[in-house]
């Protein structure tokens, strides 16, 4: 019978967030869902006795009770024994999952959701509690019919041969009750050809030695597709000990070993990759370990993490994230020895896993040297430099990779995991898209970094943080045009922490936005000041990292602070890097435009060190390259190759219309080789070092006094 006017299914969203409520509510009833709401543990038993939903979305971390004990308590409740529950919660660690499902969740979804994937979740887990509640009404009703009338049996008398076969037995077997005998030829013709055998087999020893069986095997349907069997059959003899009565029953199982499989998956295997997940390659890790201890062999664990994929995943979305990840995890897979597929968890080479995020793990066993495994993670590398095109665009994305090796570098799971986490960071550290081995030293490093990472959380609140400023001076006219803002850090018990070691720290963990956005306020505000102060109207050029720039806050952030701090927009200059523009060049483009459109300034940092072309610079609307001091370094020692590429950088701002600023300047030589190649505006330690605010004014009117009583009125600035 079917059920029109059945009312749609309704969903219990359990959080003390009433925003996040309201996002879930929209989310399901955006689906067609009905939707009870409660803020706490103990109102959500209530609104269950009362509403009797279809699921709960339920929350961890509320007042009153929390997440795990509601879910226990809805287990216990009438009508709670098989209603889903999917737990939404940002604690994503190995021990809150294994709570949750010990608590009795259905499946765990880590927060910030992404409302598509939580909808089709919902909807999954809802169709899969139907066919488990229709799976079970089933096999009770076969269980009253088998003892009833006997549907679904079989039966077979020795002494006569003759067999039996009810409506039942013919439907699972495909077969036609008026045209096909039952005999056990035909049933061997609907086995698959390799389970055959061991059927003969068995059904021989039943007829031979009585008793019963239970076997699971397979039947091939008319249209090819396999279906799954579960048969028993067991042996009735008379008072003389002869076999009289062989009764058997059969049952299709396809429904329910399908049902256990999606569980398998959703407990073992990555949703968008199809790899196997966390947990699964622990336990696989965990397995190889104990045979590398029988067979006194070595294995290698690789941690590897993608370079700036949040800055893809912010500026373009999840959707060209993910296919980015898939994209990524079958690169992987192809520089894998013995040619296994991607998520093959096989016991004799290879085991991949995705574990959250841009994180993936490989497991190499069966080395002869540990360090064979640097031949894998340098393929590895290359193949994931490598340009991908995806939805239109054209992305780069690199790796960084860690290698810990068993049983030098840890003899457990979680041992290996963290060693090779602390070597993929390392790898990061020392420039990204290579590979690291584990040390000793590597982890006394990350417990370093563990502590200074925690210290730069409380940094910025703390006023730990301030600005040191670098001139930029115009040699021609012997003035100082601008100045850089340059972030510092004031530890209060290590002293002065060196930008290297704590901006990209700040990049990883996020932090440089909230700093970014500091940075930007306070250099604005500066500027203002000096003006105030009869320094004149220096321009600002502030830095703006790769995270910054692809977040979508940053035109606004810039408008914040030029608004707030009344500085004129023509006196900003943002400073992106030469690689970072060229990521995504259309996504750059569009960035650009709207922050020209604020009046401010854009200069390309470090410009000859990426692979910019000069069709896509004659679109970006930018105002100046500055050449990176690499390239100036060795004009001293008249370097033919340097001084090519710093003549030709000068020529193409000049053909572009373009400002160009040369950075690193440290001798009179070099700013003599810059003036004469026709780059007048330089800055480096050859002028000043970066130096406190209060420093500037007084700065600007020394070097404008050295610039006046030069004697050639063009370079006496540099050789003083």
């Not at 279809?54 to 997440?67: E, F, K, Q, R, S």
């Not at 997940?277 to 029988?294: D, S, T, V």
């Not at 066993?365 to 994931?384: I, N, P, Y």
């Not at 409380?458 to 001076?473: M, N, S």
């Amino acid at each position: 019978m079917t059920e029109p006017n059945k009312p749609a299914a309704l969903a219990l969203v359990v959080d003390d967030d009433e925003l996040m409520r309201l996002l879930v509510r929209e989310a399901l009833e955006s689906e067609g869902l009905r939707v009870e709401e409660a803020a706490d543990g103990r109102a959500a038993l209530e609104v269950f006795a009362r509403a009797k939903p279809d699921i709960v979305l339920l929350d961890v971390n509320m007042p009153v009770m929390d997440g795990f004990e509601c879910c226990g308590k809805l287990r216990a409740a009438p009508g709670g024994e098989r209603v889903p529950v999917l737990i939404l919660t940002g604690q994503d660690d190995d021990g809150s999952i294994e709570r949750a499902y010990e608590a009795g969740a259905t499946d765990f979804m880590p927060k910030p959701l992404h409302w598509k994937i939580l909808a089709h979740r919902v909807r999954y887990l809802l169709r899969t509690s139907r066919s488990i509640e229709d799976l079970a009404r089933s096999e009770a009703s076969l269980a009253v019919a088998q003892e009833l009338a006997h549907v679904g049996s079989w039966e077979r008398r020795p002494e006569t041969g003759e067999l039996y076969w009810s409506g039942e037995i013919y439907r699972i077997l495909g077969l036609d009750p008026k045209r096909d005998q039952p005999s056990f030829e035909k049933f061997l013709q609907r086995i698959p050809e390799e389970e055959r055998a061991w059927l003969i087999s068995a059904y021989a020893e039943l007829q031979e030695k009585g008793g019963k069986y239970e076997l699971e095997h397979h039947v091939v349907s008319p249209d090819g597709s396999l279906r799954a069997i579960y048969q028993r059959a067991e042996v009735f003899k008379d008072e003389h000990g002869r076999t009289v009565l062989i009764h058997g029953t059969l049952q299709d199982v396809t429904e329910r070993k399908q049902i256990e499989t999606r569980i398998r998956t959703l407990a073992y295997f990555d949703n968008l990759t199809g790899l196997p997940n966390r947990l699964q390659f622990k336990e696989h890790l965990g397995r190889a370990i104990r045979r590398a201890e029988r067979e006194h062999s070595q294995l290698a664990v690789m941690f590897l993490d993608l370079d700036r994929f949040k800055q893809i995943n912010d500026s373009l979305g999840h959707q060209v994230g993910d296919q980015l990840l898939k994209a990524v995890a079958v690169r992987i897979n192809s520089c894998l020895r013995g040619g296994d597929e991607v998520g093959r968890n096989s016991d004799d080479g290879v085991s991949m896993a995705r574990l959250g995020g841009d994180e993936f793990t490989v497991l190499l066993t069966g080395l002869a040297h540990a360090e064979d495994a640097a031949k894998v993670a340098q393929r590895v590398v290359a193949e994931l430099a490598r340009t991908y095109s995806i939805e239109g665009h054209e992305l780069f994305v690199t790796a960084s990779l860690g290698i810990a090796t068993y049983p030098a570098d840890g003899r457990d799971v979680d041992t290996l995991l963290k060693n090779a986490d602390a070597a993929m960071y390392n790898a990061k550290d020392l420039g990204r898209n290579n590979y690291k081995f584990y040390s000793r030293e590597l982890n006394e490093r990350a417990v370093e970094r563990l502590a200074l990472e925690r210290d730069l959380h409380r940094a910025l609140e703390r006023g730990e943080l301030f600005l040191h400023y670098q001139p930029q001076v115009d040699v021609a006219s012997g003035s100082v045009a601008g100045v850089e803002a340059l972030l510092r850090w004031s530890h209060p018990q290590r002293g002065l922490v060196p930008p290297a070691a704590f901006i990209p720290l700040a990049e990883q963990t996020g932090l440089i936005l909230p700093i970014g956005e500091w940075v930007l306020g306070q250099a604005c505000r500066q500027a203002t000041a000096w003006s105030a102060a009869g320094a004149g109207a220096l321009k600002m050029w502030v830095n703006v990292s790769g995270i910054q720039f692809r977040d979508r806050r940053l035109v606004g952030a810039v408008k914040t602070a030029l608004a707030r701090s009344g500085l004129d927009p023509k006196r900003l200059v943002i400073e992106v890097t030469e690689s970072i523009m060229m990521e995504d060049r259309e996504a750059t483009l569009a960035i650009l435009r709207e922050l020209k459109a604020l009046g401010i300034g854009v200069a390309v940092d470090d410009f000859g060190t990426g692979y910019s072309s000069l069709a896509y610079l004659k679109r970006f609307p930018l105002d100046t390259l500055k050449i990176d001091g690499s390239f100036v370094r060795d004009l001293d020692a008249a370097a033919e190759r340097d001084g090519a590429i710093v003549s030709a950088i000068i020529a193409m701002g000049e053909s572009l219309g373009l400002g160009v600023l040369a950075e690193g300047v440290e001798t009179r030589q070099q700013a003599a080789r810059l003036h004469e190649m026709g780059c007048n505006v330089m800055q480096g330690f050859l002028f000043s070092r970066p130096v406190p605010a209060e420093e500037v004014p007084a700065l600007v009117k020394s070097l404008g006094a050295v610039a006046r009583a030069s004697v050639a009125g063009k370079l006496a600035l540099a050789a003083g």
